[in-house]
């Protein structure tokens, strides 16, 4: 907010250079606390119970990732006015809220969690909540309350889907390319406030799938790291 107050009436690519700065500064001094973008030093063994749901959710993130962030977007952002911009933007939202949510925030909670039988799982939950959380700031910037609940919801289903991508690569890499690629839209430098609202029943029942399988994948992966750590 701080950034985008001090640059406020300014161009988008201005806005977009000031962002992608911002981010990479933020990205530098997470590095610099965590000391590496790794949780685990060895690989985690996924057993047959993760293997299976570890495929069903990269059937579903497929599914929501190619058709929707992919092909759609890509299509849409050949006749962006505004296709630096929009790619500086979309970038630096990647790279800020990985470094931050994924980065520093899952790893507190691993550590806050350490001792409990499901910790990976609670901790990208947790996470996953807070990245929910920091979207009611879009409130200040004058966007409605339903379009910001519905927001900060997937943004939570998101947020645990990412750690779990997170925790399974074992890098940060792969969640910041597919957040950044999620945001490429065209028109998100200009103004990124949600104004359209799904049908609730609708909306629950798809965000309620993908939170489910990404729980059920979780507990597995914990059950591996068990073994394994």
């Known amino acids: 907010m701080g950034v985008d107050f001090s640059v406020q009436g300014a161009s988008p690519l201005l806005r977009g250079i000031a962002r ?33 749901w570890g495929f069903i959710f990269g059937i579903c993130l497929g599914g929501l990732f190619i058709v929707i962030s ?9 006749h962006s006015q505004t296709l630096i911009a929009d790619t500086l933007m979309a970038f630096s939202a990647g790279v800020f809220e990985e ?16 001792k409990q039988p499901y ?8 996470s996953g909540i807070f990245f929910g959380l920091f979207h009611f700031m879009n409130l200040i910037s004058g966007q409605g309350l339903q379009q910001t609940l519905q927001q900060a919801t997937y943004a939570f289903v998101i947020g ?15 969640v ?5 690629l999620i945001d490429w839209q065209p028109g998100i430098s200009v ?19 993908l939170l489910a399988v990404a729980v059920v994948f979780l507990v597995g992966f914990d059950r ?3 073994k394994t750590i």
């Open 70 to 78: 992919v092909l759609a977007h890509s299509a849409l952002m050949i």
């Open 160 to 174: 645990a889907i990412f750690a779990a991508i997170r925790l399974t690569t074992n890098s940060l890499t792969w």
């Open 99 to 114: 470094f931050l949510c994924r980065g520093l925030l899952l790893s507190a909670f691993v550590d806050a969690f350490k």
């Open 176 to 180: 910041v390319l597919i957040h950044a």
């Open 224 to 226: 591996s790291a068990v």
């Open 191 to 209: 103004d990124h406030a949600v104004n359209t609202i799904t049908s609730w029943p609708i909306f629950l029942a798809v965000w309620g799938v």
């Open 119 to 126: 910790k990976f799982t609670e901790a990208a939950l947790a």
């Open 20 to 52: 992608i700065i911002y981010a990479v500064v933020v990205a530098g001094i997470v590095y610099y606390v965590l000391g590496t973008t790794k949780i685990f030093t060895n690989k985690i063994q996924l057993n047959t119970f993760a293997k299976v």
